[in-house]
């Protein structure tokens, strides 16, 4: 019963059932809420109350959870829940939307809720057109090929997730899903970056500094011979941290990426394969994704 603009959320922890429910409600036509297990049941709650979320795909493993989070929203609006186990036993035959069913590029592909400027969750909405065309500039500017190993880093509730996910099998590449207790400890983030021979990695500036100063520390060695992309985004990239990471590893580029949720994730990508000049220097966002234009304002 789902097709163009039904929203779908999915809670679960993040690994492959949770992507694949995700992959299952696009190829469905609908867009899909994500919901991380890790925040409080009322966020949870609020969530699937402001977005008015038809369906809620959910772990089995999570029924406690699932019980508090439906407790906060009224009987009326509480979504139909399918668990994800029972989908998975299924043998259910390839679904092949019909031409109705398709969504056009102005139909929604994702519901963020972000912090908001005011504390309270905000649903930033976006469509097929501006999640594509997204998905098609990292596979450009980063020359993904399906030989690409592309690190799931991101927690399903931040927009970088989308592309993490998408971009490689849009080109036939692999993804690996890094578990949050390897994503959130540096020198266990590098060891299995080497381990697994990952071409493309994306970290916030607060822990590429903590992986160069385990580099530094002698607490891991890596020589990421395979890394061909290390991607920075969420922050401002101090030009400090530029300098170190090239002097360790002087033929990996970076690339700073900025973007908000709301203009379906990055706009604007800059190589730096030098250190900005000067002890005052900054480091560009750099120019625009292709059919993308940016305003600067007073």
């Known amino acids: 019963g789902v097709g163009p603009d039904s929203l779908v959320a999915v809670l679960g922890e993040r690994e492959a059932a949770l992507w694949t429910a995700v992959l299952g409600v696009l190829r469905a036509g609908g867009a899909y809420v994500p919901l991380d297990p890790a925040h409080p049941p009322a966020r949870t709650a ?60 102005r139909a929604l592909a994702y519901v963020i809720y972000t912090c908001g400027s005011t504390g309270t969750p905000k649903g930033a909405m976006v469509e097929h057109a501006g999640m594509l065309n997204h998905l098609h500039a990292k596979v450009a500017d980063l020359a993904l090929v399906p030989g690409d190993r592309v690190a799931q880093t991101a927690s399903q509730c931040f927009d970088i997730s989308v592309w993490q996910l998408l971009s490689p099998l849009a080109v036939g590449a692999r ?95 800059h190589r730096v394969d030098a250190p900005p000049p000067g002890e005052h220097a900054r480091v560009p966002i750099g120019r625009a994704i292709a059919n993308t234009r940016l305003y600067v304002l007073d």
């Open 175 to 269: 993804v690996h899903v890094f578990d949050d207790d390897v994503v959130h400890d540096p020198v266990r983030l590098l060891e299995r970056v080497e381990e697994l021979g990952i071409t493309v990695l994306e970290v916030v500036p607060s822990m590429l500094r903590a992986m160069l100063d385990a580099v530094e520390g002698g607490d891991v060695r890596p020589d990421l011979g395979r890394l061909r992309w290390l991607l920075v985004t969420g922050e401002a990239l101090p030009p400090e941290l530029c300098r170190r990471s090239l002097q360790l590893f002087p033929r990996l580029p970076l690339l700073n990426a900025y973007g908000p949720t709301e203009c379906s994730d990055d706009v604007t990508h």
């Open 46 to 105: 609020a969530i699937l109350r402001g977005s008015g979320s038809r369906v809620l795909l959910a772990s089995r493993a999570l029924e406690g959870q699932v019980e508090s989070v439906l407790a906060g929203v009224e009987p009326a609006a509480r979504p139909r829940v399918i668990r994800l186990d029972e989908l998975w036993s299924g043998g259910v035959e390839e679904y092949v939307p019909s031409a109705a069913e398709r969504p056009d590029g």
